[in-house]
């Protein structure tokens, strides 16, 4: 399915220091690009869910001394989608109301019919009644996924949407955010070389101090998995986050 581009969906720029309790976490200039997705990898602890954090307006815990910009200089607050890395998941709720929280609290009716077909989607037509506790961790991040896709923001933050899923699903998984999430402004953070090289315009490597570049294929996303430069993409990419990993 061909959908063009978002028109609300800006690029985004984070400039500036973060520290915590006196130390520099990062000092990074990341730019999204407008209805693209930027995969951000690095080692454990480096910052890239801080970087999330710092995006949504949320609490860090540290301190940030930079700007937060979106491209069209419009406010970043109220046009943002966000699935931590934990699924938040609402334990008294059923998942179907889980999903069409957003619209409730907006006080607005909720679309059920697109829940509905969204937990289809994530495989969770069966499971829509339960609560969260009657789910798998895979299970519940399915549901915190079609959550976050229901609410079809122009500015999407996924911290590892998909690591709790087993290898088809993630692939499963990959190809519906990408559809999904067509034309949106998308920051994915992930731990996974294969996921990068697939679902990437744009490839950011967090190091200590920095988020530097990475060659993404050149053909345009979602890529095939066993396409040559997909793979090739992954194997190189894979090589260097075991070199920032030692360094
Ligand atoms: N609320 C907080 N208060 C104090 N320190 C925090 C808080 N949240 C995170 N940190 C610290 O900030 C650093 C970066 O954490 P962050 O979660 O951004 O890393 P990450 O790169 O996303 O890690 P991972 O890949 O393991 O999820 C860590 O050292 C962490 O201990």
Not at 30 to 35: F, H
Not at 50 to 79: C, M, N
Not at 212 to 219: D, I, L, Q
Request: glycine fraction near 8%; charged fraction near 20%.
């Amino acid at each position: 399915m061909t959908r063009n581009p978002d028109p609300a969906a800006p690029g985004i720029r984070l400039c500036g220091t973060h520290g915590i309790a006196q130390s520099v976490l990062f000092d990074a200039d990341i730019a999204l690009g407008a209805a693209e997705w930027t995969c951000l990898l690095g080692p454990s602890g480096v910052g890239k869910s801080t970087v999330l954090r710092l995006i949504a307006g949320l609490d860090t815990g540290g301190a940030f001394d930079g700007t937060i910009t979106a491209s069209d200089a419009a406010p970043i607050e109220g046009r943002l989608g966000y699935m931590a890395q934990s699924d938040l998941l609402m334990p008294w709720l059923s998942v179907m109301d889980n999903v069409v929280i957003g619209a409730k609290l907006r006080g607005e009716a909720p679309d059920h019919a697109r829940a509905r077909s969204l937990l289809d989607r994530v495989g969770l037509r069966a499971h829509a009644d339960k609560t969260p506790a009657a789910l798998s961790g895979g299970m519940r991040q399915r549901a915190a996924l079609a959550r976050v896709l229901m609410e079809d923001r122009p500015i999407v933050l996924l911290d590892e949407p998909f690591s709790a899923l087993d290898a088809g699903t993630r692939a499963d998984m990959q190809e519906l955010a990408a559809e999904v999430l067509h034309g949106k402004t998308v920051l994915l953070v992930t731990h996974d070389p294969a996921e990068a090289a697939r679902l990437g315009h744009q490839i950011l490597v967090m190091s200590a101090q920095e988020a530097t570049p990475w060659p993404a294929p050149s053909t345009p996303p979602i890529r095939a998995i066993e396409a040559p430069d997909t793979l090739a993409c992954q194997s190189a990419l894979l090589a260097h986050l075991r070199e920032v990993q030692a360094a």
